[in-house]
């Protein structure tokens, strides 16, 4: 459908050019800059860049993917052609899973190339072959993909490309001031949030720096139960009544 491939224009918009522009940006301030920001500079943090408006676009991607056939009245033909729910929700799911992995981690290493190739005039770009830079570009690609899915479970639980845009939004942005107000009791909220995660992922040194931010490991761990939860609620909705 249209919206899908507008969707996914705006991706790789956003991502490409966003992160192509504020690659040049450092670049042109590097000789002005702090030594401390010199310091922590990440190689891949203004490639990256884009990936902030690139997740609303894929996660609107998967939003579409689940509604776009309740709005159209087309479920009706689909679940005739394949009456088993399960089966056809697990057919879509494997199709958007799939594709979004592939745009994922084009999107992701189509920056760090663009992003690289202007870091080298300054002679501070680094290869995949440096540590953590390889898994930092498919973290970066991978936490594309989970938030498309979690567009995509979104959809199939609320069957109205509004309502799931809006919790989404909510998911991947607005959780993030919920979370960082109960700071003074708890960081647990704040380290199970679906952007942190994709931060802490897509950092070359992927140190929690911060105690809001999770580790590592706990990072990938939120990205796989993003994912779980999103399928386990696109399943069961797919079993009720259209």
């Known amino acids: ?28 301030g590097w000789e002005s800059m702090p030594v401390a920001d010199r310091a922590a500079f990440d190689p891949l943090g203004s490639a990256f860049a884009g990936l902030t408006f690139a997740q609303l676009a894929l996660g609107v991607l998967g939003v579409l993917a689940a509604t776009s056939e309740y709005s159209s009245g087309t479920i009706v033909a689909t679940l005739t ?14 199709t958007i899973l ?28 680094v290869g995949l072959g440096a540590p953590g830079v390889l898994r930092s570009v498919t973290g970066a690609g991978l936490y594309l993909c989970v938030v498309t899915m979690v567009g995509l479970g979104l959809g199939m639980l609320l069957r109205h490309p509004a309502a799931a845009t809006a919790a989404l939004i909510a998911v991947v942005f607005l959780a993030y001031g919920a979370a960082k107000a109960v700071e003074g009791w708890s960081y647990l909220p704040s380290r199970l949030l679906l952007s942190n995660a994709g931060d802490v992922v897509a950092q070359v040194h992927a140190v929690a720096a911060k105690p809001r931010l999770p580790s590592l490991g706990l990072a990938y761990l ?9 399928l386990a609620l696109g399943a069961w909705r797919s079993t009720r009544d259209v």
Do not use: C, E, N
């Not at 507008?6 to 790789?12: D, K, S, T, Y």
């Not at 052609?81 to 494997?94: H, V």
């Not at 594709?99 to 002679?123: C, D, E, P, R, T």
């Open 1 to 28: 459908m249209r919206p899908t491939w507008v969707a996914l224009g705006v991706a790789v918009v956003f991502t490409v050019g966003l992160g192509l522009a504020d690659t040049v940006s450092t670049v042109r």
């Open 81 to 94: 052609a394949q009456p088993r729910r399960a089966a056809a929700f697990a057919g879509k799911a494997g």
């Open 98 to 125: 799939g594709v979004s992995l592939l745009i994922g981690q084009a999107l992701a290493f189509g920056s760090y190339l663009l992003g690289q190739a202007v870091l080298h005039g300054q002679h501070l770009d």
């Open 222 to 230: 939120d990205l796989a139960l993003y994912l779980t939860a999103a």
